[in-house]
């Protein structure tokens, strides 16, 4: 398990939320978080790998955020409302991570957002936010 994946976990426990990662979920199911249960499921059977991490970490906004629903909270690539906040928290975690000890100058969205196979319609957040961390 890499440095990222451990603090999200260590996170999510910190704000009394469990995490469950399972390969037993369809290739096609992203993560969810579940407020009922205070529980954070993460698919490690994604068909998009590098993906995982982001969805993590945009399950982990939810938590951070205080997002409550009736409903599980399911990983969706959106601009809007609180799945929007959610993917923006998640861009801010990472970037703390991917551009440490990194130049502003050398700071490269395009590779960023390939690193964790972030949606491209995500990539006018993701250049706010890198200048955000920069300045």
């Given at each position: 398990m890499d440095k990222i994946t451990t603090d999200l976990i260590n996170t999510a426990m910190k704000n009394g939320y469990g995490v469950e990662i399972t390969h037993e979920m369809n290739p096609r199911t992203t993560a969810l978080t579940s407020y009922k249960h205070k529980k954070i499921i993460i698919n490690s059977n994604y068909y998009l790998?590098?993906?995982?991490?982001?969805?993590?970490?945009?399950?982990?906004?939810?938590?951070?955020?205080?997002?409550?629903?009736?409903?599980?909270?399911?990983?969706?690539?959106?601009?809007?409302?609180?799945?929007?906040?959610?993917?923006?928290?998640?861009?801010?975690?990472?970037?703390?991570?991917?551009?440490?000890?990194?130049?502003?100058?050398?700071?490269?969205?395009?590779?960023?957002?390939?690193?964790?196979e972030i949606p491209n319609r995500l990539s006018k957040m993701a250049i706010e936010e890198i200048a955000q961390f920069y300045d």
């Open positions: 790998q590098k993906q995982i991490v982001f969805q993590f970490a945009h399950e982990v906004g939810h938590v951070l955020n205080g997002d409550a629903s009736n409903n599980p909270l399911y990983y969706t690539p959106t601009k809007y409302k609180i799945e929007g906040a959610a993917n923006r928290h998640a861009i801010d975690l990472l970037i703390t991570y991917y551009f440490n000890n990194v130049p502003k100058e050398d700071a490269n969205v395009v590779n960023f957002m390939e690193s964790f």
